[in-house]
């Protein structure tokens, strides 16, 4: 007797009598061969291998495929579009979400202290791969959680000064990804923000202190940079929604002639409350990330960010196909944007020299 016959009849066919199941094989017409009697307890104990077969054998299937462990400090709802990018960048090497490549999620909501629990809950799920993107506590999270597993992370600040890699053209280990230059570029930043208000003597910087390898690369260029031209500087911190209006309430008491954003992910992630924040003072700002401009911010010069999501798909496709990262060079990004908002400059009777304006990949008006 075979277990789909069994089961047909079973589902079909029990008895009044609880203790016992009336069991009975038919032939393919559908008519009744021979008659047995089992005890409740056996026909469970039958139906318990046959069910629980069915979804070991759905999860056999679902584990053959490779599954990636993505890592973010932000949120889904954030980063919509961008996530999108990275699976494009994974169908380029053939890997299709839900077809081919599984991927676990795990979203730190804004919180640098969850990213080292969710990447050690990553660790144990032992997923082929995990990806960090956006985020330098969060790939020194994961290195601290694996030596094995493969990271690919896209972060800001120098990969081989922070201890991700051992060098640019050889990683070393199991770590490679994206330099996003966005700690290098701040002090261009800041020169940008001094031609734009030529007359500024102080200038307030914000930065996230809870990202604390990312915020001491990036201050140290931009100290240089005010250095070099002569500006005071005033830092102002915040690494929750509800500083913000704390640090331009800070700021807004010390009276500095501009702003400088920087370009850590928590605050990439708050753009409209930033800009309006800014609008509502009258401060001119600079921003690393065009997503500020295309909300009214007054300017941005930073990494083509959508593009470095997809590399990052890219590098992981290729990780998944059998390259090691200790043999995928680490890639920076070299695709930078300045951007200038016309309408925001009226709005704070501001007039940007023509010569910059000259230089800018994009003008909105």
């Given at each position: 007797?075979?277990?789909?016959?069994?089961?047909?009849?079973?589902?079909?066919?029990?008895?009044?009598?609880?203790?016992?199941?009336?069991?009975?094989?038919?032939?393919?017409?559908?008519?009744?061969?021979?008659?047995?009697?089992?005890?409740?307890?056996?026909?469970?104990?039958?139906?318990?291998?046959?069910?629980?077969?069915?979804?070991?054998?759905?999860?056999a299937?679902?584990?053959?495929?490779?599954v990636?462990?993505?890592?973010?400090?932000?949120?889904?709802?954030?980063?919509?579009?961008?996530?999108?990018?990275?699976?494009?960048?994974?169908?380029?090497?053939g890997?299709i979400?839900?077809?081919?490549?599984?991927?676990e999620?795990?979203?730190?909501?804004?919180?640098?202290?969850?990213?080292?629990?969710?990447?050690?809950?990553?660790?144990?799920?032992?997923?082929?791969?995990?990806?960090?993107?956006?985020?330098?506590?969060?790939?020194?999270?994961?290195?601290?959680?694996?030596?094995t597993?493969?990271?690919?992370?896209?972060?800001?600040?120098?990969?081989v000064?922070?201890?991700?890699?051992?060098?640019?053209?050889?990683?070393?280990?199991?770590?490679?990804?994206?330099?996003?230059?966005?700690?290098?570029?701040?002090?261009?930043?800041?020169?940008?923000?001094?031609?734009?208000?030529?007359?500024?003597?102080?200038?307030?910087?914000?930065?996230?202190?809870?990202?604390?390898?990312?915020?001491?690369?990036?201050?140290?260029?931009?100290?240089?940079?005010?250095?070099?031209?002569?500006?005071?500087?005033?830092?102002?911190?915040?690494?929750?929604?509800?500083?913000?209006?704390?640090?331009?309430?800070?700021?807004?008491?010390?009276?500095?002639?501009?702003l400088?954003?920087?370009?850590?992910?928590?605050?990439?992630?708050?753009?409209?409350?930033?800009?309006?924040?800014?609008?509502?003072?009258?401060?001119?700002?600079?921003?690393?990330?065009?997503?500020?401009?295309?909300?009214?911010?007054?300017?941005?010069?930073?990494?083509?960010?959508?593009?470095?999501?997809?590399?990052?798909?890219?590098?992981?496709?290729?990780?998944?196909?059998?390259?090691?990262?200790?043999?995928?060079?680490?890639?920076?990004?070299?695709?930078?944007?300045?951007?200038?908002?016309?309408?925001?400059?009226?709005?704070?009777?501001?007039?940007?020299?023509?010569?910059?304006?000259?230089?800018?990949?994009?003008?909105?008006?």
């Amino acid at each position: 007797m075979t277990y789909f016959k069994l089961l047909t009849v079973l589902v079909i066919s029990p008895l009044t009598n609880l203790g016992q199941f009336d069991i009975v094989q038919c032939d393919a017409g559908g008519h009744r061969m021979q008659f047995d009697q089992l005890k409740r307890r056996e026909i469970i104990t039958l139906l318990g291998g046959i069910v629980g077969a069915w979804p070991l054998a759905a999860r056999a299937q679902q584990s053959a495929m490779p599954v990636i462990g993505f890592l973010h400090l932000t949120s889904l709802e954030t980063n919509r579009e961008n996530l999108a990018t990275f699976r494009q960048g994974l169908a380029d090497t053939g890997y299709i979400e839900g077809k081919n490549v599984v991927i676990e999620y795990r979203w730190a909501q804004g919180r640098n202290d969850q990213l080292p629990i969710l990447a050690a809950e990553l660790v144990r799920l032992q997923v082929s791969v995990i990806v960090v993107l956006e985020s330098t506590n969060g790939a020194l999270a994961a290195k601290a959680a694996t030596q094995t597993i493969p990271i690919v992370f896209m972060q800001g600040a120098d990969p081989v000064r922070i201890g991700l890699v051992d060098s640019l053209n050889q990683p070393g280990g199991n770590l490679t990804g994206i330099g996003l230059l966005a700690a290098e570029t701040a002090g261009k930043c800041l020169e940008l923000l001094i031609e734009s208000v030529p007359k500024a003597k102080s200038v307030a910087y914000l930065r996230n202190p809870t990202n604390a390898a990312f915020a001491k690369s990036e201050t140290r260029e931009v100290e240089l940079a005010a250095g070099t031209h002569g500006v005071g500087l005033l830092i102002v911190n915040a690494s929750r929604p509800s500083e913000i209006e704390t640090a331009f309430a800070d700021l807004v008491q010390q009276r500095p002639d501009a702003l400088q954003v920087s370009s850590d992910g928590f605050l990439l992630n708050h753009p409209d409350q930033i800009v309006a924040l800014a609008a509502r003072h009258a401060v001119p700002a600079i921003y690393a990330w065009p997503q500020f401009t295309e909300v009214g911010g007054l300017m941005s010069y930073g990494t083509d960010i959508r593009n470095a999501w997809r590399q990052a798909g890219n590098y992981t496709g290729r990780i998944l196909k059998g390259e090691r990262p200790a043999d995928l060079p680490v890639q920076q990004a070299t695709k930078i944007e300045l951007v200038i908002n016309l309408k925001t400059a009226k709005t704070l009777r501001l007039t940007f020299p023509i010569t910059l304006l000259g230089r800018a990949d994009r003008v909105i008006e």
